[in-house]
């Protein structure tokens, strides 16, 4: 999923910024400059809601930019969910899955790669395309 929240950042003295979303209770971070803390904000903000989309909790509504004075500034922070979760949440979830005898031997005799298998099908199933990193 996809979503848009407003963030207030506050200067810092040490030329870093605090960041909170109002609209998220207890989501705030922090950065050492303007775009890290642009940064945390959007990692923060995709956290929070990836949290409660996996506890089945309710996504609060997005607010409209909160007005704020100088030297604080809002803006908005964009997250992306689905995201989020094929960067951090790669756990090794067993299944037990059934096939007919005669196709695992063989897959076996080939050295398939069953789990990777299952992966990349299930990725195609449901169109989930993913990023290829090259060296």
Partial sequence: MKYAYGAIFTP?????YDVIAPDLPGCRTCGDDLADAIFMAEDAVAMWLWDAENKDEPIPAANPLPVVS???FA????????????KNDNRAVKKTL?????????AERAGVNFSQVLQDALKERLHIQTSVIKP
Avoid: C, H
């Fill in 12 to 16: 810092l003295d040490d030329g870093g």
């Fill in 98 to 106: 059934s096939i007919p005898s005669w196709l695992n031997v063989q």
């Fill in 75 to 86: 803006n908005y922070i964009l997250a992306d969910t689905d995201e989020y979760r094929r």
């Fill in 70 to 72: 100088a030297p604080r």
